[in-house]
């Protein structure tokens, strides 16, 4: 079974570890692909040639490094330019708002915190997210030199602010003091 390539899904850390081994069955080195979330990639960009009797498109060098994993925040809707005002400002409730971007590790870490407060808060409190790429206005306005940071609004004005992968504990007590 030479050349047989197989796709498991493991984790990343058993994946990082995971290196060609021998096979049981022909004493051959055998390949195995992963199935997995790599985080950030190079995706290469191509580029127009023209000469005097064609155009073709040929691979540049380098690339930009885009996200693989860009809606990790499934259960937290994101807020732009445009709806800010009504979701955020104009909310009865009190509003957290978590600032982050794609290429953001760190990002990605409290995704998940954010979602679970969410769910355990979703009759006192509204949550959404800002994507500082896609709405540099909001980050702007609001003084963003860091992601993710956190912000809480109530009665449109912002009330407290939390910067950088914190424990959910921290979170919760924020969210309780404007409850």
Sequence with gaps: MAGLLETI?????????AS????????RRSSVKFSLFNGLKI??????????SFTKSVPSRGGRIVCEAQDT?????????????????????????????????????IHPVIDELSQEFADKFKFFKVNTDESPGIATRYGIRSIPTVMIFKDGE???????AVPKTTLTACIEKFL
């Design 9 to 17: 899904a493991v984790p990343r850390a058993a994946a990082a570890a």
């Design 20 to 27: 060609p081994s021998l096979s049981p069955v022909s004493g």
């Design 43 to 52: 995706q290469s960009t191509r580029s127009s040639v023209s000469f005097s």
């Design 73 to 109: 925040a499934v259960l937290v809707p994101g807020v732009n330019d445009q709806s800010w005002e009504t979701l955020v400002i104009g909310s009865k409730l009190p509003v957290l708002v978590e600032f982050w971007a794609p290429w953001c590790g760190p990002c990605r870490m």
């Design 158 to 164: 912002k009330k407290d602010t939390v910067i950088g």
